[in-house]
């Protein structure tokens, strides 16, 4: 049976749960996944309800099935546990909620502390029986359940006795019969797990207080609506005291005296769980029996409404005994206990070992490494903030797969830290590297208006060119162009710059022919100049000059209309200047060439002259 529910659409995942959970029943699985209970572990001690501050974390809910007892043909009896009585300290007096609790359905409602006294007294009769053993007694159900599961050895020392829900239960069956159907309503968890699973001792339901509650509000029952009601007998005595830990020895007259007395009690948690601890260790030192309940009593278990006054809850069940007592007829009361005598009040305890197996020391050593623990310093680093007795403990548990090492907050503190101190470096590194780019940025600021700036002159300047001038990227788009450019490409231009100044962005192929964009092209490809390509466009007849300004990058071009007037003009100069300056370049090679053959002649006289003078002088002679 699952006590415990854990709803993961509420759960934020603090792991107060698994802190709080004595026998580590609720497993943290991953730091981003909420908890997992493991329902075998799980003793139903209710402290991991009371630790949820987000109510993610609900017990097993019986309102149903009591619902479904109550509307069906069969005689149901409400067994009371005495603790009510502190549960309601509104109710100004208890047979005002027996008939509140007769409202519901319930044919019969009886008061469990008759049971108490029978309980008290088989313990009594099995203390002064006992040779030299020495027993756990067996009424907190928590117990129990933590006992056989996790010192399963100290099984043969539980009390071979039922609690007082089961012998009230068997006194109920023995007087209206086996057919009756009983709901006992209490202050504890874990006694749900007993329901329905053990014959005629056993009960049908275990609802909480905290759910009968629920059940009044529900049916809208209300103590000023009703008349008095007194329980069905039997009726008890000093088993109304049983809600404070110590009740049911008195009960039993069972002797608490320093000196000869024969039983100690052990109440809340953390001594109740060192108290089996101690008695496994020491009992032959002890020598005592042990009356250990998980609460501190009955009336601060986990079904009663959360933070209730511990000494005013004691107070109103001293208070409600002293009633009792003074009402209760005891000659009766003798009568039903010699009548109920021989009810069978024994129990056998079953081992239910859920310990798990001790991981290797090497993997314990590990976990400890990592948290930064040694032997040395495992002793004094016992802060429990994990839920575990000591660091060893811990790193055990992490070995088992039973909780994580961020479970640790030493562990988590230092990572926090060294997580801070990293942060630290990486903001002073990264301050450093922005107020870099801080200044690079004032730089590029600074660059951008003087590029801005140039690129203004530029525009200006290129405007001013009367010849078009255009300039384009290797898609062929345009990065610049002046106003004689536009003029030259006529109305469709005009329209474009008036949208996009410039051009700047607008594909060439879609402004001017093949013929023209392709010279652009082939000097982006090769990256050689074409001076004066003449074009014709329609009834436009250009001139274009192209030059690469970036290899394969950037070019641009100047485009000159050749039928306007001044580029005409300069067009039949630069062309004419062009025939003279070939005419004198042929003019000068060719009286380069009659010099050079004059020269020659006048060479070749001289020396023909020469010759004659000396043959006419060798005549004469």
Known sequence: MNLIRIDTAKCTNCQQCARVCPVHAIRIVAANEPPVVEHNRCIGCGACVRACADGAITYLDSISQVRQLLQSNEKVAALVDPSI????????????FVEMIRQLGFEVVADASFGVDLVARAYKNLFERARGKYY?????????????????????????????????????????????????????IA?????????????????????????????????SQLEYSDFDPPHGRMGSLYPISRGILEAGGISQNLIDGTALTAEGAPEALQAVASFSKNIDQIRRHFNIFYNQGCVMGPGMTAGGDKHLRDALVINYSQRRLAGTDEAAWQQAMEEFATLDLSRQHTPDDQRLPDPPQKRID????????????????????????????????????????DMCQDFN??????????????????????????????????????INDKLDTSRAILNQIPSGVVIVDEKLK??????????????????????????????????????????????????????????????AFLNLSVFSIKHGKVSGGIVRDMFSPEVRNEQIIQRMTEVIDQNLEMVQQIGFLLGEGASKTEAMLNSIIQLHRKKKGE???
Do not use: W
């Open 413 to 450: 503190i230092k990572n926090k830290n060294n997580y801070i101190a990293t942060l630290r470096e990486s903001t002073t590194r990264q301050t450093a590297e922005l107020d870099k780019l801080k200044q690079e940025l004032l730089e590029l600021r600074a660059n951008s208006e003087l």
């Open 136 to 188: 756990l007694m067996a009424n907190c159900p928590a117990m129990v359940a933590f006992v056989s599961k996790f010192h399963p050895h100290l099984t043969d020392n539980l009390a071979p006795i039922v609690t007082p829900m089961e012998a009230m239960a068997g006194v109920m069956r023995q007087k209206f019969g086996k057919e009756l159907r009983t709901v006992f309503i209490g202050p504890c």
């Open 478 to 539: 345009i990065l610049s162009s002046n106003h004689s450019f536009i003029e030259l490409l006529g109305d469709e231009a005009h329209e474009i710059d008036n949208i996009i100044p410039g051009l700047r962005g607008a594909n060439l192929k879609t402004l001017v022919p093949v013929q023209f964009y392709k010279v652009f092209q082939n000097v982006l490809d090769t990256g050689e100049d074409i001076l004066s390509r003449d074009v014709k466009i329609e009834e």
């Open 366 to 405: 590990e976990v400890l490494a990592l948290l930064g623990k040694s032997e040395r310093n495992m002793a004094t680093d016992a802060c429990r903030e994990c839920g575990f007795d000591n660091c060893h403990a811990f790193a055990k548990a992490v070995a088992q797969g039973l909780t994580r090492t």
């Open 619 to 621: 005549s004469r002679s």
């Open 85 to 96: 009585s502190g549960e309601f300290p509104d109710i100004t007096d208890y047979r005002k």
């Open 191 to 223: 006694a749900k797990a007993s329901a329905g699973v053990d014959g005629d001792k056993g009960v049908d339901a275990v609802i909480t207080f905290t759910e009968l509650r629920a059940l009044f509000q529900e049916h809208h029952i209300h103590e």
